[in-house]
C-alpha cells in the first residue's frame, strides 16, 4: 500500500532498471519503489517476503495514500 500521496516511480532515476518486476522474489525491507511526494523521494520497501505476481500501478501514475502497489504472493 503507499503510504501517501504522490508519484509512483519503478526506479530511482529514469535511466536506472526498476527496484522489481513481476515474478521477483523480494524479501521484507527491500526497497520496491518511490512515491515522490512535495518534490521529496520516499523510498518504499516491503513490508513482507514473497513474490511479485503484479505490478498494479503504472510508471510515473499518481496515486493516493493506501493504494494497492503490488500484488505480493507469500508463502505460508
Do not use: R
Not at 41 to 48: A, L, P, T, Y
Not at 53 to 60: C, D, G, Q, R
Amino acid at each position: 500500500l503507499s503510504p501517501m500521496a504522490g508519484t509512483f516511480y519503478q526506479a530511482p532515476s529514469p535511466a536506472s532498471a526498476p527496484y522489481v518486476k513481476e515474478g521477483d522474489s523480494i524479501s521484507a525491507g527491500q526497497p520496491i519503489c518511490i512515491v515522490e511526494a512535495m518534490k521529496m523521494m520516499n523510498e518504499i520497501k516491503s513490508d513482507k517476503p514473497g513474490k511479485v505476481v503484479k505490478m498494479l500501478v503504472e510508471n510515473a501514475q499518481p496515486v493516493e495514500k493506501g493504494t494497492v502497489l503490488f500484488w505480493v504472493e507469500t508463502k505460508i
